[in-house]
């Protein structure tokens, strides 16, 4: 199952409070990457925050991977889920083969 995984930073970190964080949330996050969970992310251009799209089995599968990251652990970021699959309607061009 694909789900996109869409954090946003729910309050800024200061100077300090990155130093001690982000030591520890990139190698989870890669972790992840390398867990085959995330197939790819994005820094997100509209707002302070990245997307992923994970492959998973459920949506819950999601949540538990991401809300395990220390920036969400922290109270810092927080993350929407939607499950995401194929243009379905892309086959009514082809029914009439």
């Known amino acids: 199952m694909k789900v996109m995984a869409v954090a946003s930073i729910t309050k800024p970190l200061s100077p300090e409070q990155r130093q001690q964080i982000m030591p520890n ?3 989870a996050t890669l972790k992840l990457y390398l867990d085959g969970k995330i197939e790819q992310f994005w820094y997100r251009q509209d707002a302070p925050g990245v997307i992923f799209l994970m492959n998973v089995e459920s949506v819950e599968q999601a949540r538990t991977a991401v809300e395990a990251l220390p920036l969400v652990t922290g109270g810092f970021a927080k993350y ?3 499950q995401v699959g ?3 309607p892309l086959g009514l061009l082809i029914q009439g083969k």
Do not use: T
């Open 25 to 27: 949330e990139v190698p």
């Open 80 to 82: 929407d889920f939607m």
């Open 86 to 88: 194929p243009l379905a």
